[in-house]
Structure formats: structure tokens, C-alpha cells
């Protein structure tokens, strides 16, 4: 089935990415900057380019804020978790998953999986039912770093982080209340960060999977952060210590 991706980001990095595009729509009155430079790259690639109203621009993007351009592509191919450890091992790193227990906000996966393409991540995983999947929102929201990210379905989750447990990775859950700190823990071995839904949090068979628990210490006076927010900030105390890690062990070799 045909996907729609719009925004001038989302099919820069579309292009990028080097999937299979039919065709990119730029409104008439496009043809400046980035836009310019968006269509010239289309072409370049061999993409079919198709210059329309503004109003053929807007009902193909139905209503989003498609800033003058959208590619019609083929349907989002998932990963498999599979793909998610053997590109970790290529890259020759630990492996990091984020986890998603029920995330239904297509602004939240978006921006969740944007987040986890700057801080390192090597996959995302999103159950298959009662989730939301990667639609045209969701690309606009992660500007585009679902064509890179590699995202993977799964039928259950609480059984996939189970065998990812049994090969070797730290399953590491996100609560509102409890747990340790997220410096307090240590996450620079092979690492599953679970995070909940909105306003549901973790569900009790995956809190039981998992192998530790980490809470994000708040000193205002909002009683949570969203989902989203709370990924960026857990993904980055993860990458600031393998970063550090990394480090130390470079001035170990050079000493």
C-alpha cells in the first residue's frame, strides 16, 4: 500500500535513505531553498518530480503541514530484532533497544524515535496490537529519522524481552515511582531502556521482566514528564556514559 510522507525534512531524509520513492509532489508555489535543493536531489536520484496546485499538495497530505512538498513511497518496512543486534554488532557496540510498552501518540513515537536516532540507539521496538504503527504523522514528528531507524513489530513484548534477556541484554524499565536514577545505573553493557504508554506507564507482566528500574528525579512541580520527553532524557544519560566509558578506555591505552 502507497505511504504518504511529507515535509521537507521527512523527504530529504527519505531521499537519503534510498528507499523506493514513485513520485515527489511540490506545490507551484515552491522552488525556493531547501525545496530547490529537495527537487534537484529527486532528480538527481531519478525520482519522478510533479509540480501542483497548492490544493492537490494539501489533499495528498491531508491536512498536515507538508511545507510544499510530499513523496508518495511503498509501504514502511519493519525491522527485525534480528536486523536490530546484527547492526549493532556491525557497528562494534553494545547494543541499545528502546522498548515501547503501548505508545499510542503518534507525536510521541515520532519524536521517541527521533530521539533514539540522535542519542544512538541501534533499534525501537512497538508491539503490534493496541500501538500505534509508523504512519505519515509519525515520520513528519521524527523529521524524517524513521527512513534511518531500524523499528521493529513485535506480536509480544513481554516474550521478546525475555529471549533478549536471555542473550546477554539488561532489560531497564522507566517508572514514575521507585527505582534508581538513571547515573545510578549502570548501562553501558547491552541495554533494553522500556518505556510505558501515556499515563499508563509500564504494564505489571513487563515490570516484572524487567532487570532494574530507573526514575527520573523531578524538582518541579509537574507530577511527570510525557513519554517522550522521558526517553530523550534516559537516552542521554546512556550515551553520556558510554561516551565516558569510550574515553576512559582510549586514555587507558594511550597511558
Known sequence: ??????????????????????????????????????????????????????????????????????????????????????????????????????????????????????????????????AVSVTSSVVRVSAGATEHMHIARVTNLVRTLEDLKERGLWVVGTVAEGGRAPWEVDQTSPTVLVLGAEGKGLRPLVLRVCDERVRIPMAGQVSSLNVAAAASITLYEVLRQRLMAQKQKEQQRTS
Request: hydrophobic share 45%; charged share 25%.
Open 1 to 130: 500500500m502507497p505511504r504518504i510522507v511529507y515535509g521537507i525534512h521527512p523527504v530529504l531524509e527519505l531521499l537519503r535513505s534510498r528507499r523506493e520513492i514513485a513520485l515527489v509532489v511540490v506545490s507551484e508555489e515552491g522552488g525556493r531553498g531547501t525545496l530547490r535543493e529537495l527537487v534537484e536531489r529527486a532528480r538527481r536520484q531519478d525520482v519522478a518530480v510533479e509540480v501542483k496546485p497548492r490544493a492537490e499538495v494539501d489533499a495528498l497530505a491531508r491536512g498536515g503541514h507538508h511545507q510544499g512538498v510530499v513523496a508518495i513511497t511503498g509501504e514502511y518496512v519493519y525491522a527485525d530484532v534480528e536486523d536490530i543486534l546484527s547492526f549493532a554488532e556491525k557497528r562494534g557496540e553494545a547494543a541499545l533497544i528502546v522498548a515501547l510498552d503501548g505508545v499510542q501518540d503518534p507525536q510521541n513515537l515520532g519524536a521517541i524515535v527521533r530521539s533514539a536516532h540522535v542519542l544512538g540507539a541501534h533499534g525501537v521496538l512497538v508491539p503490534m496490537h493496541r
